[in-house]
């Protein structure tokens, strides 16, 4: 949603669309916001107009994204609380030293930090020794990490258990799209869905989803996980996220070590 339909829309169109998505009565958001039922009816209607304070209150307790929290704001008449850095800017500095120090911890293993539309920000060493014979045009800035995955030019060739992965994945960009209102991860979701790969269809057998991928004449086999930053205020810091690829087996350790 663009900012500037964020400010056509009246904040209550706009808290009932989100309280909707996140399947809450409004007797429920009240109760969890710790507000009187009928003022929250009455701001979703247009018969209240609500403070900056609970204009934030109930995005915190709706978990909405920090871009569209700017966006109620600016529905309700309230200037933008968080700010978007390059992260360049010197005031991210710190957020650089920390990702430069977590992708050098996980070395040799890899490991990568995306944006929120999942665009490669940066990555460790390890990651290059992956991406052979994958298409220059899939490596063309900005990398899009799922499309490199999913894409007959990218590694899908390589992934042993593709139909499982597929799954994985679009579950979770589906999921991600559905809650924040994204409609670039909708459509990159649509994208990635057409493509060639199948979906497995049978109930996951075990307690996660590994990654087996072909590499040379071995076979590498992954564990997915995810790092954030919690407490991030930044619209940048806050829409990062490390996706770090840590070895299933003793196997795959060593082959990573060589």
């Avoid at 500095?93 to 293993?109: G, M, Q, T």
């Avoid at 060639?196 to 590498?220: C, F, S, Y």
């Amino acid at each position: 949603m663009s900012s500037a339909l964020a400010v056509e829309a009246s904040v209550g169109d706009l808290l009932r669309q989100w309280r909707q998505r996140r399947r809450l009565s409004q007797l429920d958001l009240a109760g969890e916001a710790g507000v009187s039922a009928r003022h929250l009816s009455f701001v979703e209607t247009g018969r209240a107009r609500p403070s900056r304070e609970m204009v934030l209150l109930l995005a915190e307790q709706l978990e909405i994204p920090l871009g569209a929290r700017n966006e109620l704001l600016a529905a309700a008449g309230f200037a933008p609380v968080y700010r978007r850095r390059d992260l360049g800017d010197p005031d991210m500095a710190s957020v650089r030293a920390a990702l430069d120090l977590v992708l050098a911890a996980y070395e040799p293993f890899p490991a990568l930090v995306v944006d929120r539309a999942w665009h490669l920000v940066a990555a460790n060493g390890a990651l290059a020794g992956l991406l052979d014979g994958v298409a220059p045009h899939l490596l063309e800035p900005p990398v899009n990490v799922l499309r490199l995955s999913l894409h007959p030019d990218g590694l899908a060739p390589r992934i042993l258990n593709l139909p499982q992965w597929r799954r994985h994945v679009l579950h979770r960009l589906g999921r991600e799209a559905h809650l924040a209102g994204d409609p670039g991860l909708a459509a990159l979701h649509r994208e990635l869905l057409a493509l060639p790969g199948g979906l497995d269809r049978t109930p996951p057998n075990g307690i996660v989803v590994p990654l087996r991928l072909r590499a040379g004449e071995e076979v590498l086999s992954f564990l997915g996980t995810v790092t954030t930053f919690g407490t991030a205020v930044d619209l940048t810091a806050a829409e990062l996220s490390i996706e770090a690829f840590l070895p299933a087996d003793e196997a795959t350790a060593a082959a990573l070590r060589r």
